[in-house]
């Protein structure tokens, strides 16, 4: 695609529920990354792909939180047990590889746990 | 720790005038990458501008520069000739030293341009 997408745009979910947020990479892009960017915050460091496997999953707060790549392009966030303060956007990045110094974002997809 | 703070959480300009986002940083590393990001309401994160550590040169781009004191760990961010659709949050970052390409970011800079 000509950028990254994410989908959905907005999730709303009960407290206790499970969600799959979705990233699409640019196509060729091996690294993805997913960040956490709360109300007026900046972006924080979740998990990073190269290729299929993740590579630094060092910024999962706790294990509610997984991701997978299995196919090496299409990425999906997962949490479970949402609580409320899951409630953020989340952002991906992709970029040819982790030594490329341009990262793209997707429009983040904004989740609300109620 | 590497960190990068951003002491303005809002600022304001008028339409065509000139305005100074200040970002510190630390980091042990030697040679590395600075960026701003323009985050505009629609929420995408887009690279405005980029520099490099070992360059002494200061980065441009277009109405956008920077001002990179590496010595001071100092990378402050100057609008040109302000434009209503500037209006947004700013952000400050670099890769943090474990050589995977993630960013650690500031806490950001709200920017409202005036008419």
């Known amino acids: 695609g000509a950028g990254v997408s994410q989908t959905p745009s907005n999730k709303v979910t009960e407290k206790g529920k499970y969600v799959e947020l979705r990233c699409d990479p640019i196509s060729g892009h091996t690294a993805l990354y997913w960040y956490r960017q709360s109300l007026g915050q900046g972006p924080e460091f979740l998990i990073y792909f190269q290729g299929t496997g993740a590579a630094d999953d060092s910024g999962l707060p706790n294990d509610r939180f997984f991701a997978v790549r299995p196919e090496g392009s299409v990425s999906t966030l997962k949490i479970q047990r949402t609580e409320r303060g899951d409630s953020a956007v989340y952002l991906c990045?992709?970029?040819?590889?982790?030594?490329?110094?341009?990262?793209?974002f997707g429009q983040g997809t904004r989740l609300t746990v109620v | 720790a590497q960190t990068v703070t951003q002491s303005q959480p809002e600022m304001s300009v008028q339409e065509a005038e000139t305005v100074t986002l200040s970002c510190t940083y630390d980091?042990?590393?030697?040679?590395?990458?600075l960026f701003w990001y323009k985050q505009p309401p629609s929420r995408q994160m887009i690279l405005v501008i980029r520099q490099e550590a070992y360059k002494q040169q200061n980065a441009t781009e277009n109405r956008f520069s920077v001002n990179f004191q590496k010595a001071a760990k100092s990378f402050s961010l100057k609008i040109s000739d302000s434009q209503l659709g500037d209006t947004a949050m700013y952000f400050c970052a670099f890769p943090d030293s474990s050589n995977t390409g993630k960013l650690i970011f500031g806490q950001g800079t709200t920017l409202q341009v005036k008419p």
């Open positions: 990045a992709s970029s040819k590889d982790r030594w490329d110094t341009e990262a793209f």
């Open positions: 980091t042990s590393e030697n040679n590395y990458y």
